[in-house]
């Protein structure tokens, strides 16, 4: 190992690979390393910073999600197929943030039967009342769900609620271009990222706890409540 040389090493190190952080690590253990420090010692602290590394990114995954065209490229899911698998694995709670709404029928069916089980559904969608510039018509009609709203009177001027996500037991967000809408999900050209991360998706979450919490975010008018 190059750091195995000292300060050394670790200039050879930083000139030989390509990642940015590698790099700035690097950077920073020298300027710490006295000038006659043994070059184990100097390999024992980017090992031990690499090892604690691969323990954090551990569950932790990251996936491309697609709608639209295939190409050569396979490095991604469909929107459809993860959004689906999503819902059915949710255990406590699932969040649904969209601009538009316009559901495809697998979608209601599962969140129904996710609502069923016991799962608590919350939707924050854009609603006409609060945004004239908006066409759309808030979907989801006979879904037991708490529903929120963000109302004109918070908004910036000529501001839209324009974030799509989902998240499921504060453990999973899917982030993306994709409304809550069939065309979203089986026709458009569309792209989000899918994190495992409970850290990320558990902070999306609480974000939005908060404004509802501070009255940015309130109940809507058509809220329903399920038992």
Known sequence: MPAGRGRRGLRALEAQVAGIAVRAACRRLRSY??????????????????????????????????????????????TSAVVGELVDSAKREILLVSYASYPPKSLSTALTAAAARGVEVTLLLEQQADNPKFQGRTGFFDLPA??????????????????????????TA??????????????????????????????????????????????????????
């Open 33 to 78: 390393l006295p000038g006659d420090t043994e070059g184990p010692y100097a390999a024992g602290l980017l090992l031990g910073a690499a090892q604690a590394r691969r323990r954090q990114l551990v569950g932790h995954r990251v996936d491309v999600v697609w709608t639209g065209p295939a190409s050569s490229i396979q490095t991604s899911r469909l």
């Open 146 to 171: 708490t529903r929120l709203s963000w109302p004109v009177q918070y908004r910036e001027s000529g501001a839209s609620l324009h974030a799509k996500i989902i998240v499921v037991d504060r453990q």
């Open 174 to 227: 899917l982030i993306g271009s994709a409304n809550l809408t069939s065309y979203a999900f089986e026709k458009n050209l569309e792209c989000g990222i899918l994190l495992r991360d409970p850290a990320h998706a558990s902070a999306i979450a609480r974000h939005l706890d908060s404004l509802r919490e501070t009255g940015i975010l309130t109940a809507s008018g058509g809220q329903q409540t399920s038992a």
